[in-house]
């Protein structure tokens, strides 16, 4: 007499998904709320605030994927990059100049970098 074994299946959200996902839709409404300032929201904000918290949320997912076959330094740089563009990215949308959001770009990636770099090397 064979009997089956009951298999349970969990189903729940790991922070694999959970704060990439988090991330994009925060990302996507300050984005989308950039973009309205002084005027009422239309069609076009919305779409645009959902195109870039897409973006942002498959960019850390994408980097949260492969972020163990990275070194240290590889792996800092890279949070770095893409905390840097995305900030850099918000404060183009307030009417800042190209220059202005570069510069603040790399200011906020260097920060990254730097913490980024110290939680990595303390926590192995």
Request: proline share 1%; with cysteine.
């Amino acid at each position: 007499m064979a009997a089956h074994a009951a298999v349970r299946v969990r189903r729940h959200v790991s922070l694999a998904w959970a704060l990439p996902l988090t991330l994009g839709v925060a990302y996507g409404f300050y984005a989308g709320f950039l973009r309205r300032t002084g005027r009422d929201v239309n069609w076009g904000d919305v779409l645009f605030g959902v195109v870039c918290g897409i973006i942002v949320a498959a960019l850390a997912y994408g980097l949260g994927r492969i972020q163990q076959s990275l070194s240290h330094e590889v792996r800092a740089a890279a949070y770095a990059t893409l905390f840097g563009g995305a900030m850099g990215y918000l404060f183009s949308q307030t009417g800042a100049s190209v220059l202005k959001s570069s510069v603040m770009g790399l200011v906020l990636a260097g920060a990254m970098a730097v913490s980024a770099f110290y939680v990595f090397h303390t926590r192995e």
